[in-house]
């Protein structure tokens, strides 16, 4: 059971300093099949990860926070932001998550009361390809904030207080580009076409509250994404064997029987 969320607008002030991302996730993502119950598997591919999506079945975007304190999401499904509709930005409205909490969004929202749910659908049916953006269809993202706290005084020795500088200096270097190799990778995977998209689904009730939400930086601490596209596409890049049962099962063969059957 998930408590009701609570909603961060993005008139939310932020601070001016940067803080460089943390190796480990504070919030973990994964995707729901709301119509069977389970959460999708992801399928590492050359460097990005991926789900299949089955066409007509709703999901839901599952996060958790795994740190003690307060953080807002921004949600991005398909390079549109869940809450306010707008193209994705990290500085837009978002959820915030209480410390250790849990939450799954099952749509886009339409206001505090209700959402519009995701469904997995044909990418010209898909919400971004209607409101005319299919550029990014097929990728769920979020971006990470922690909460500004006000500083403590510290007081240290001259030479620690070097050190530290040079620390945080080197911390904040930007993180080494992917090889070419990996550039390459994404670039093909890129290429295929984009079979699957997020619908603009049924209505459905899911109230949150507002609240106010001071960001410890303008930059996002943790930007993570999934790819997703159905099972046949899935197959033809080579992310799932073709034994998968779910290409098989959607998949024209040329002696599905034995014998040949009566017409109906």
């Known amino acids: 059971m998930f408590r009701p969320l609570a909603l961060a607008l993005a008139l ?109 659908t044909d ?30 005084p510290q007081y240290a020795p001259p030479l620690a207080a070097q050190e530290q500088a040079r620390d945080s200096m080197a911390k904040s270097m930007p993180a080494p580009a992917p090889p070419a190799a990996a550039n390459r990778a994404m670039a093909e995977a890129d290429a295929m076409p984009q079979q699957l998209g997020t619908g603009h689904g049924q209505r459905e009730w899911a109230p949150v509250g507002q609240t106010s939400f001071q960001r410890m930086s303008t930059r996002p601490q943790q930007v993570s994404q999934v790819r997703y596209d159905d099972a046949n596409a899935l197959v033809a890049m080579g992310i799932l064997p073709r034994l998968y049962r779910g290409y098989a099962d959607n998949t024209p063969r040329a002696f599905p029987q034995g014998f040949v059957p009566d017409p109906r």
Request: proline fraction near 7%; charge should be neutral.
């Open 12 to 120: 939310a002030a932020s601070t001016a300093c940067s803080l460089p991302a943390h190796a480990r996730d504070i919030v973990t993502l994964g995707v729901v099949d709301r119509d069977s119950g389970q959460t999708l598997p992801e399928y590492p591919f050359r460097g990005q990860h991926w789900v299949a999506g089955v066409p007509g079945h709703r999901y839901a975007v599952r996060l958790t926070n795994t740190s003690g304190e307060r953080v807002l999401v921004v949600l991005s499904v398909d390079g549109v932001n869940a809450v306010s509709g707008q193209t994705a930005a990290p500085s837009q409205a978002g959820y915030v998550l209480g410390p250790w909490e849990s939450a799954e969004i099952a749509g886009w929202r339409k206001s505090l009361d209700d959402i519009a749910q995701f469904v997995f």
């Open 123 to 152: 990418l010209p049916d898909s919400y971004a390809a209607r409101t005319g953006r299919p550029a990014n269809v097929g990728v769920v993202g979020i971006a990470v904030f922690r909460e500004y706290q006000p500083p403590r």
